[in-house]
């Protein structure tokens, strides 16, 4: 039960091939778009005016900051005073903590509907502000929880049942007992708070709204604005010349700026240090890893797993340049459309029923739930002016139900992410309605294995319905995509992540030349651009400045980790195995109530092998030993 939680939002860069096709042409104007498609925010708070006094009332009740005031203040120095008075404090934290995520996730939601409106950004900057008070009112519980010790913090769960959901928390309280400060640190700590989102801020708003993207004339004699969802869009034309200079102006254009970029950056890894030094870390790693209790040694087998199969990423990077028909593949390759003749597009009621059919294995009641989130519009279906890119799914507000939000552009890869986003919210409903809150909350780490789970099962669906052997290997590309993109993609980023963490740890200033030349090197390895494998032209050296995931402390790995869990579950649930299929059922409806290497070896993976990572290299050579064979036939 941590209060102040981070809401982590699922970003997904999505790769839209090009499209003159009535969906992709589709209205703009929000307030044009049909109501069905927009989320209902009003279920949270019926609108702006009552999530101010819902904001107000909060605040009220919290106290002023810096003031000895607030409903926390009565429970300061008594913690050991009797179970019943522990148990009060760690009730009225939690419903405090409930209130305020209620409050902080329709700030954002609002705010991601467009980007630019100073209204809704100035929620958010708001509410940011009520979480620094209100994590420093909370400051005093852990160091008098460690001053009780673990004898009598035993006693009291022994004596007061009520307080067993609180038993993990408390337990994972004494386990970082090293890394707790006092109660005047634990509250210099949580004031510190307030500027720690200062480097994502800046990044966000000066990336989405504030930079000079560059224009580029394409072979059609059009020119487009080369913004994120423009650049996700145009890197994926069919004319290679086009895609050259998308990449060339986009990312030329991004590095010119990269001394901005770049001091962006240092300042979200001094933040991190900030927290390593004041929480006694050996590495911004541990800082990171040690909330889930997950081993450093999960990370960094990762790294070498990847870098020991680098010859399967190769590869799968061969294969790609055979179905483009291409003398040597570039960078500006890897998200061209591989099959001609295929360029199906999905209406989004087409995507709904492909979805809900693929989800049969997992039975009739998470199925009606599903139903039911398209039903009740839990989904912000369409792109409009301003929005933000990407997709995701929020699930912290506990007493309503998950949110999701997409750029639905009509593609597969559009019905894959539905599918994925989809996976997140029937993670949270089944957490938050299994679960009390304080252990409804799951960990990033076994956050991404529902929905890449779910991926699978839609290419299965797929697989089996689809005969056309050019549908059938444009799917199965997209998977290797897929796999390009979550595993490898992933990790390469976070070996990029530790080593500028590293560098700053050891006194090395982060400017942007240093990481351009430090992307460069690691990704022309993962590319194998030295044998002539995939060449990674020099533009991409800026393609870390492109990047938000580098703001979230050490957050990639776990699409990689999650992806290798998944494969190895749905293999088992698709081949009909209910005992697993129930496992990983209770697996997503245990939330946050263990530690999530613990849920994943409850569901039957053990992450602290590498018998996972294996299994997906299998699957992996499995599909493209499929493609090859299509394509030999085809001849």
Not at 180 to 207: C, H, Q, R, W
């Amino acid at each position: 039960m941590n209060p102040m939680r981070d809401f982590t939002l699922c970003l997904l860069g999505l790769s839209l091939a090009a499209s003159t096709s009535a969906i992709s042409q589709q209205e703009r104007d929000r307030t044009k778009i049909p109501e069905k498609y927009r989320w209902n925010l009003a279920d949270i708070y019926p609108n702006d005016d009552a999530w101010a006094k819902a904001k107000d009332a909060f605040v009220a009740k919290i106290g002023a900051p810096g003031k000895d005031e607030g409903a926390m203040e009565r429970f300061k120095n008594r913690l050991a005073e009797s179970p019943a008075t522990l148990l009060d404090c760690l009730n009225e934290s939690s419903g405090l903590a409930k209130e305020y995520a209620r409050i902080s996730v329709y700030a954002s939601l609002l705010s991601d509907q467009d980007i630019n409106n100073a209204s809704n950004l100035e929620k958010v900057q708001t509410i940011g502000q009520v979480g620094s008070t209100f994590g420093a009112k909370l400051s005093f519980i852990e160091p008098e929880l460690l001053k009780m010790g673990k004898e009598k913090i035993e006693s009291f769960i022994a004596a007061e049942p009520k307080l067993g959901i609180y038993k993990h928390y408390l337990e994972d309280v004494l386990r970082r007992k090293n890394h707790t400060g006092t109660t005047n640190e634990e509250k210099i700590i949580a004031d510190a708070s307030l500027m720690a989102d200062a480097p994502y801020n800046i990044y966000g708003v000066f990336s989405n709204a504030e930079f000079p993207y560059p224009s580029v004339k394409l072979s059609n004699d059009s020119t487009v604005v080369l913004d994120k969802a423009n650049f996700s869009k145009y890197r994926a034309l069919p004319n290679r010349e086009d895609r050259m200079n998308v990449f060339d102006a986009f990312f030329g254009a991004i590095d010119k700026y990269k001394g901005s970029f770049g001091a962006q950056l240092y300042a979200e890894v001094k933040k991190d240090m900030f927290y390593k030094n004041a929480r006694n870390y050996g590495s911004s790693l541990e800082v990171a890893l040690d909330g889930d209790n997950i081993p450093v040694a999960v990370y960094k087998g990762l790294v070498k797993s990847v870098n020991d199969n680098l010859a399967t990423f190769h590869r799968y990077l061969k294969l790609r340049q055979r179905m483009l028909g291409v003398d040597q593949l570039h960078y500006y390759d890897l998200y061209a459309p591989v099959v001609k003749n295929t360029d199906i597009n999905y209406s989004y009621e087409e995507a709904e029923k492909l979805v809900l059919a693929s989800l049969t294995p997992l039975g009739p009641d998470y199925i009606a739930v599903a139903k039911k989130g398209f039903a009740d519009r839990w989904l912000d279906v369409y792109p409009n002016t301003g929005k933000r890119s990407g997709a995701y799914s929020q699930g912290a507000a506990y007493d309503i139900h998950p949110y999701m939000l997409l750029n639905y552009n009509g593609k597969y890869d559009d019905v894959s992410t539905l599918a994925h986003e989809f996976g997140h919210t029937m993670h949270s409903y089944l957490a938050n309605t299994s679960q009390p809150w304080p252990t409804s909350q799951y960990s990033t780490f076994v956050a991404e294995v529902a929905s890449t789970f779910n991926e699978a099962l839609l290419l299965d669906h797929m697989l089996k319905t689809v005969k056309d052997d050019d549908v059938r290997l444009s799917m199965l590309g997209n998977y290797l995509d897929n796999m390009k993109g979550t595993l490898f993609r992933q990790t390469q980023f976070a070996e990029f992540e530790l080593a500028i963490h590293e560098s700053a740890e050891s006194g090395v200033s982060l400017t942007g030349d240093m990481l351009d030349a430090l992307y460069e090197k690691i990704t022309r390895r993962y590319y194998g651009h030295d044998q002539g494998i995939c060449i990674v032209d020099s533009c991409v050296r800026s393609e870390w400045a492109y990047i938000p995931h580098f703001y979230y402390n050490f957050y990639v790995f776990q699409y990689a980790t999650s992806v290798t869990a998944s494969s190895a579950l749905s293999e088992e649930v698709l081949a009909g195995d209910k005992a697993v299929t129930k496992k990983y059922l209770e697996m997503l409806r245990s939330g946050g109530a263990d530690y999530p290497i613990e849920l994943l070896k409850k569901a039957g993976i053990d992450m602290t092998t590498p018998v996972p990572f294996q299994l997906a290299m299998k699957k992996m050579n499995r599909v493209m030993d499929e493609m090859e064979k299509i394509l030999d036939k085809k001849k």
